[in-house]
Structures are given as structure tokens and as C-alpha cells.
């Protein structure tokens, strides 16, 4: 039992260790209350369950790619979980020596044994990582970095004193037959030591157990490790839509356009900047980190974290009156310039930390603040602000292609079932009007009653608002939304899944913003219309795909709006052949296409669509499947690079169905 000095030396160090991690906790708050407000209070009850069982089942930790190292993590949570009771224990025997959390009986004995399991558990956990971090090495982790062998050295602290304790302990007093680890070390020492030197080490081990335990926990609020409590708070803030969604600019009522310095985050963005673990999957995935770009989804979070740490407190103090702009300061252009958008960083982030919305909102800062942008996206906003095309070709064109298919747009016969949007891609491009042709000829064949709009269909906006150009973006959807009314559609079939993200996703939040009346509109992607047809029994099909087929899914159509089944069920009607790619569904390698990218020019690193080219090419199918005119554009150049043009071919889904038919 400790002594009365003692006693008022533990009360002391509590004390202090309580003040010691609360304040920095404190720090962190307020200088994540410098971000904007964002409302993430809805579902209170789905978030705090999701925030509760992330945290105890490490729902990211454990994926295909990390199960080992995802189970070294279930060592290591449930090791503190335990040893959080442990410690309960530990501090009590101290007033009372006898005590046991769980009575001297039967429990006792089982817990004894779990804690010791889970003792040795961490311990082979720990060294794992160890070698894992200093020995192999994996890029995606950061180095140097001294704050893991500190927690490293915390964690070994932590088991091995208890453990030496429970051994002092054991060898002066009975064994727990089922504390096997204290019963080893009481082996090794009970003959070694005489009893008055086996209860003084066990009073030292008692108190160096203590403080090893109080210095863990004034440390980690100190440290990256801080994730071990804004982890899960982050995962209950999480955002339950659709990933790719990007929220409306109050254009007329905001006076700073996207993000230009640190308060022009929202709360939960700067949140995301202490939650981050550093295990670097967000870079394992990304297109433009694994094509060699100068883009990492990590230090976009890790140099948010420093610049609040640095500029945020100075800014709380008053040491500085101002924030200064991020651009070029924290992050460069190279950076914010060559992310496609695929969303793969936030798809395989263990924290639900939220890196799109932070590069698009600096590129928005960029475009509309400081009419900063790649010289080549001049042609671009020009042609879509002249003409509502990339191409520039003159809008009064766009429905030239549905001569010869015979199709009527709505102002000749405004009585339809479904609008086709065709889009740019389909309207314009030589290659894309195919699939608008194929399209056209399966809904002919399943008897469908529809319509374009002709020279009245506008860019949906999609590309402008990934490159930041918000203005033009509310600018070509009001248009669009106006016509939508005017011809009362209630249904729109998009061949393009950045069309079908955008009409689904984000025009209702922009005619909310705007107060333009409710969004009642259907919105089907092609793939999803076709698998409907056939179940329908409105399609008959004449013919089978004898070659082998393989399937590429764009990130807006699978990651971004999960349609992952529809596609793979057409092709498995029609071919016996079908094989998927390495990376493929919620893993899928992005095109390069996204994000704007598909009209910038890629100068940095490697094209990435010669890296998912190469992985279509692995599986030697002959036929490359896509359900996006982006996507497949792409594929074919990666192809013509490779001069494998003749070899392999790419089709859209639309086109094999209607080849079939």
C-alpha cells in the first residue's frame, strides 16, 4: 500500500496528467472552431452507433489489401481496452493490496488470463509495426518519423511494467494459475530475490507502470496519435451521401469564393487535419500519387494539420492579425491541378477524413478569387460559356447526329415518357456519337417513348465545376433546370455518369440553394435502364460476344454512386467470357478523365490512362467494356499509345447490347 506522501504524490501527478491532457484537447478545439459551420448533427443516433462500432471493429483496418496489419490493429485497440481496466486495478492495489477488479474467484482467474494474452498480443503487435515501418519500409507511410517509436516505447512501457509487477507480485504472494505471463516471470525471480527485495520491486514496477501509463496519455494529444480520440468522432461526423457530391456556393450572398486561407475550411475539414493516422492508403489509391504526380491525398491533410498548428494558434493568440492564402504557401498548383476527383482517397480513408472538397474548394479560391488556372482551360471555359460544349463547335449542332437515327427532340414532340440526355461526349464527339446511336437503337427496339432536347440541351456543368468554375457551373444548370420545367420532364435517362452524378446529386441541393421549387426528377444511367429492359423482357437478343470481355467501372458511376451490379449483369447475359481487372468495383483505377482533367494536359509523371490500360491489357480479354464516354476515350488512346489499337478493343455497354440485338 502506498504511503501517505505517496498518496498526495499520485493525487499530485493525476492532477497534473489531467490537466496535461485535457488542455491540448482544448487547443485542438478552438482551432477547429476557426473553420466555417457545416451542419452534420442529423441521424444523431446512426452517427453516434457508427462512431461506437467503427471504433470497436476497425472497419477500415481490416480490408483485402491489410488484413494482416489490420489484425496487428485489433491486437493493439483491444490490448488498450483491457489494459484501460488494467490500469483501474493497477492505481486501486495501491490504496488496497488485495484488490481485484473482478473479485478473487473464478472471473478473476479468466481475466487474468485475457489480460495476459493481450499483453503478449500487443507486444507481438508492436514489434510487428516496428519492422514493418523501419525494416520494409512501404512508401505510403512517413518518414522519418519519431513520434511512432515514441508510442512504440510507450506501449512496450506500458505492457512490460505490468507485467514485471504482476511477476514481483506473484512471486511474494500466491499464483494466479491462469496469469501465465506474471507466473513466468515469477519463475525467473522468486529464487533470484529475497522477499524484502521482491516487494520493493514490485512497489518500483507498481509506480514506473503508473507513470508509464500517465505519460502515454500526456502524450498523445501531443502527437499524431491523436487520431486514438478524433478518430472516432470523425467517423460519426462522417458524411452519409454520396462521396463526389460538392455542395452549392451561395453565389450572390458569399463574399469569398471556395477556400482561400484556413477559415474558409468548415469545422469538419479541420477536423479531418488531427484525425489522420498517416497510414497512407489515400496514396497507395490515388491515381495521380501512383502515376508520379506531385499530388498526395496524405500531405494535403498533413500540411492542413501543420499550417493549424503554426498559423492557426498564432492566429488565436493575436500573434497574427491575418491568415495568409494557402496557395503557394501550403500547397502548389502542380498539386490541386492533377487530382481527377475519383474519390478513391476518401473511399479507403480508415477516419472518413474528406480530401475532395478541400482541393476542389482551393481551386475554386483559384479560378474565381484569382483567375488562376492551366493556360489550356482558357479554350475550354470559352467554349462551354460560348457554345455549352467543351468542343466549341456551335451549339445549334448538337442534336445533327439524331438525323439519321430518327429521332424527334421535344419541341417537335414534347409528349414523351423519358428524356435522353445525350450530352457533349454524345452530341459531338465522333467516337461518343456511337453510344448515342446504340443507345438510341435499344430503345427503339424495347418500344420506348422518348425524346432529346436538341440544340436546348446544355453542358450539365459537371466538368466546369471539378475545374472550380462554380459561376458557370449554377450558370449552365439553371438553363438546364429552366428546360427540364418548361417540358415538365420527369425522367431523364444520362449515358454519361458525370451527367447522372450531377443531375442526381447536386442539382437538387443547387434548386434548393436557389429556391427553385422541388426536384422531382428520376434520374436512370444507361446501365441501369438496360438491366430493367431485359428483366422487362423488352429486349431480344440475337447473339452472344464470343471473345473474353472485361470491365472498367468510372469512379462517377461505381465509387461515387455505387452501380457496380447493373453492368456486370448485361455482359454476363451476353458472354460466357467475362474477366475482371486487378483493381476493379470500390477499387477501380481511375481513367485520368475526372476532375477535369480530361482537357488539361497531362505533363507530370506517367499518363494514367496507360496505367489502367495496362491492367485491361493483363487480363487478355479482347473486348474492354466501359459505361462512360470519358472513360472510353481513354482506354482507346491508352491503347493507340500502345499500338495496341487493333489487338484489344473498346466498347461501351450500350454498343455490345446493341450489336446483340
Not at 223 to 233: D, N, R, Y
Not at 312 to 332: C, H, Q, R, W
Request: aromatic content about 14%; overall charge positive; hydrophobic content about 40%.
Amino acid at each position: 500500500m502506498l504511503s501517505i506522501s505517496e498518496i498526495i504524490i499520485f493525487i499530485f501527478i493525476l492532477t497534473l496528467t489531467g490537466y496535461g491532457f485535457f488542455k491540448p484537447l482544448y487547443l485542438k478545439y478552438q482551432l477547429i472552431r476557426l473553420g466555417k459551420p457545416e451542419n452534420r448533427y442529423d441521424k444523431p443516433l446512426k452517427r453516434i452507433k457508427d462512431a461506437i462500432l467503427s471504433f470497436l471493429i476497425l472497419r477500415c483496418s481490416v480490408k483485402r489489401e491489410r488484413v494482416f496489419t489490420g489484425f496487428m490493429h485489433f491486437f493493439i485497440l483491444y490490448g488498450f481496452i483491457v489494459f484501460s481496466t488494467v490500469t483501474i486495478n493497477h492505481i486501486l492495489t495501491g490504496f488496497k493490496s488485495n484488490f481485484r477488479l473482478f473479485g478473487h474467484g473464478l472471473a478473476d482467474s479468466i481475466y487474468s488470463f485475457i489480460v495476459d494474452s493481450f499483453a503478449i498480443l500487443v507486444l507481438v503487435g508492436v514489434i510487428y509495426f516496428m519492422i514493418r515501418r523501419y525494416i520494409f519500409k512501404p512508401k505510403s507511410l512517413t518518414y522519418p518519423s519519431p513520434e511512432s517509436a515514441i508510442i512504440y516505447l510507450f506501449l512496450f512501457g506500458v505492457i512490460l511494467t505490468f507485467l514485471f509487477y504482476e511477476g514481483f507480485i506473484f512471486s511474494i504472494s500466491e499464483k494466479s494459475g491462469w496469469a501465465f505471463a506474471g507466473n513466468m516471470i515469477s519463475t525467473l525471480f522468486k529464487n533470484t530475490f529475497s522477499i524484502q527485495n521482491l516487494q520493493i520491486l514490485a512497489h518500483v514496477f507498481w509506480w514506473l507502470h503508473i507513470l508509464t501509463v500517465f505519460g502515454f496519455a500526456l502524450y498523445v494529444p501531443r502527437s499524431k496519435h491523436l487520431h486514438l480520440i478524433f478518430g472516432p468522432i470523425n467517423i460519426g461526423f462522417r458524411n452519409y451521401n454520396p462521396k463526389g457530391i460538392l455542395k452549392p456556393i451561395d453565389i450572390e450572398n458569399t463574399e469569398v469564393f471556395g477556400i482561400e486561407k484556413l477559415t474558409d475550411f468548415t469545422w469538419k475539414d479541420l477536423m479531418d487535419a488531427f484525425t489522420c493516422v498517416e497510414c497512407g492508403r489515400c496514396q497507395d489509391y490515388c491515381p495521380a500519387s501512383q502515376s508520379e504526380k506531385p499530388l498526395s491525398p496524405k500531405e494535403i491533410i498533413l500540411n492542413l494539420r501543420k499550417t493549424l498548428l503554426k498559423d492557426g494558434i498564432a492566429f488565436l493568440t493575436g500573434e497574427i492579425k491575418d491568415l495568409k492564402p494557402l496557395m503557394n504557401n501550403v500547397y502548389s498548383e502542380d498539386e490541386i491541378w492533377t487530382c481527377t476527383s475519383c474519390g478513391a482517397c476518401m473511399q479507403v480513408c480508415p477516419v472518413e477524413n474528406e480530401h475532395l472538397p478541400k482541393i476542389i474548394g482551393l481551386r475554386q479560391s483559384q479560378v474565381l478569387m484569382e483567375g488562376k488556372f492551366p493556360s489550356e482551360l482558357n479554350q475550354f471555359f470559352r467554349n462551354v460559356e460560348t457554345n455549352s460544349n467543351p468542343w466549341g463547335i456551335g451549339f445549334s449542332t448538337r442534336g445533327e447526329w439524331a438525323k439519321e437515327c430518327e429521332v424527334k427532340t421535344l419541341s417537335e414532340n414534347p409528349n414523351i415518357d423519358i428524356l435522353y440526355w445525350v450530352g457533349c461526349a454524345g452530341s459531338f464527339d465522333e467516337r461518343a456519337k456511337k453510344i448515342s446511336a446504340s443507345m438510341t437503337k435499344i430503345l427503339k427496339a424495347a418500344g420506348i417513348n422518348f425524346g432529346i432536347l436538341g440544340k436546348e440541351e446544355k453542358c450539365c456543368g459537371d466538368q466546369a465545376r471539378r475545374l472550380g468554375n462554380e459561376y458557370l457551373f449554377q450558370t449552365l444548370a439553371e438553363e438546364n433546370i429552366k428546360t427540364f420545367r418548361k417540358y415538365n420532364i420527369k425522367r431523364i435517362l444520362v449515358t454519361c455518369p458525370h451527367g447522372y452524378h450531377t443531375f442526381k446529386n447536386e442539382y437538387p441541393l443547387l434548386v434548393k440553394l436557389l429556391n427553385l421549387g422541388d426536384w422531382d426528377i428520376e434520374v436512370i444511367h444507361h446501365t441501369e435502364f438496360i438491366v430493367d429492359l431485359i428483366k422487362k423482357g423488352k429486349l431480344d437478343f440475337k447473339k452472344e460476344i464470343d471473345d473474353s470481355i472485361t470491365y472498367h467501372d468510372p469512379c462517377y458511376l461505381g465509387r461515387h454512386n455505387s452501380i457496380f451490379t447493373h453492368p456486370r449483369f448485361i455482359i454476363k447475359i451476353l458472354s460466357r467470357k467475362f474477366i475482371e481487372m486487378k483493381n476493379r468495383g470500390l477499387h477501380s483505377f481511375c481513367c485520368g478523365a475526372g476532375g477535369g482533367l480530361m482537357w488539361t494536359e497531362e505533363k507530370l509523371g506517367k499518363r494514367i490512362n496507360h496505367i489502367r490500360t495496362e491492367e485491361a491489357i493483363e487480363t487478355n480479354a479482347k473486348f474492354i467494356s466501359t459505361a462512360c464516354p470519358f472513360c472510353l476515350t481513354m482506354l482507346e488512346d491508352g491503347l493507340k499509345d500502345k499500338n495496341k489499337e487493333e489487338e484489344y478493343k473498346v466498347k461501351d455497354i450500350a454498343e455490345i447490347v446493341a450489336e446483340c440485338l
